[in-house]
């Protein structure tokens, strides 16, 4: 198993925001997060990626204990986040902001490799990379971040809502990418209110409800039960 956490909770100022949850990610998955807004999932996906601390429970990559490892050193450990609202510099052009995603001596070495495989994903990255991030479309931001993400080399990708704000044509081409940085290697733990597309492109789910895991296993075993059909897709 690439990735583990075990009852894990975490606070803001003694009040729990997630009790207990649990889940794993494979190597080479696409595990879906979903959930109502404020059930916790952005507070999942950021105490994992070392910005929260937890107060219990345990987090596990490749068999390291993750809460003995310092918040910069996370990504050093092979995770890596696209955080909600993308969050640029937006005064910096497309390519320095994919140089940030390689600080890291590691991730430096492969810089070349690393923009390579930005410009492929997305070829109008490379026409761009002179351009200021904040001058891009939202469909354009958003594969900066997510380019940004992969040029730190991560083992597990952490996207806390991809589609946030995005086209419906936008959302589907950003969807297919994602499959094929799974195709790549890269395992893919993915938090998304767009509760059709994560569970089309998921191998396995999780439903988080008031800060606690209420449902997991197979995208079509959850949507053949009524209650996550008429909570999440309205059918």
């Not at 959930?35 to 507070?43: E, F, R």
């Not at 733990?189 to 492109?201: F, R, S, T, Y």
């Amino acid at each position: 198993m690439l990735f583990e956490a075990r009852d894990l909770c975490v606070g803001y100022g003694g009040a729990p925001a997630i009790s207990g949850v649990s889940l794993e990610v494979d190597e080479g998955e696409i595990v879906s997060v979903i959930g109502p807004n404020g059930a916790g999932k952005s507070t999942l996906i950021n105490a994992i990626a070392g910005m929260l601390d937890w107060q219990e429970g345990t987090i596990r990559l490749a068999g390291t204990d993750m809460k003995s490892v310092p918040p910069h050193l996370v990504c050093a450990q092979g995770i890596a986040l696209v955080p909600e609202g993308r969050r640029l510099f937006p005064g910096m052009s497309v390519e320095e902001n994919l140089d940030i995603g390689c600080y890291r001596p590691g991730a430096r070495k492969l810089r070349a490799q690393g923009l390579e495989r930005a410009y492929t994903l997305f070829p109008v990255l490379q026409e761009r990379r002179h351009q200021l991030a904040g001058t891009l479309s939202g469909g354009q931001q958003q594969m900066v971040a997510i380019a940004r993400a992969l040029m730190a080399q991560p083992r597990l990708l952490l996207l806390d809502e991809p589609s946030l704000g995005l086209a419906p044509a936008i959302v589907g081409d950003m969807f297919r990418v994602i499959r094929v940085i799974q195709e790549e290697g890269v395992a893919i733990l993915l938090v998304e209110q767009n509760v059709g597309q994560a569970m089309e492109i998921a191998d396995r789910a999780y439903v988080l409800e008031e800060g606690k895991i209420v449902a997991s296993g197979l995208p079509q075993v959850l949507l053949a039960q009524s209650r996550i059909r008429e909570a999440y897709l309205g059918l």
